[in-house]
Nanobody
Framework: QVQLVESGGGLVQPGGSLRLSCAASRSIYGIYHMGWYRQAPGKQRELVAQITTGGTTYYADSVKDRFTISRDNAKNTVYLQMNNLKPEDTTVYYC?????????WGQGTQVTVSS
């Protein structure tokens, strides 16, 4: 089992940047594909970005060229660098670890983009 703790959310103006962090309680190296999801009220949780154990990345069309996912296996941490933020990016962001034994979620961190 692994616990995930997100941080880095907050209030930012349109066009601004934030970096989310997700710290895992155990090693993620070679074990977990790591992802960031977001869920707006009344909507389904959607995949924003994912990075596999091998380092392959995937991005939702809505965030391509603005968001970058990365992982530091030595620190058991995954990051989401979010640039050129838009009001429609406002919601709660969740970290996910997906492995052979199952998936795990963090508690979420709020991102609000507003002037």
């Amino acid at each position: 089992q692994v616990q995930l703790v997100e941080s880095g959310g907050g209030l930012v103006q349109p066009g601004g940047s934030l970096r989310l962090s997700c710290a895992a309680s155990r090693s993620i190296y070679g074990i977990y594909h790591m992802g960031w999801y977001r869920q707006a009220p009344g909507k389904q949780r959607e995949l924003v970005a994912q990075i596999t154990t091998g380092g392959t990345t995937y991005y939702a069309d809505s965030v391509k060229d603005r968001f970058t996912i990365s992982r530091d296996n030595a620190k058991n941490t995954v990051y989401l660098q979010m640039n050129n933020l838009k009001p429609e990016d406002t919601t709660v962001y969740y970290c996910n670890a997906e492995g052979v034994a199952g998936g795990y979620w963090g508690q979420g961190t709020q991102v609000t983009v507003s002037s």
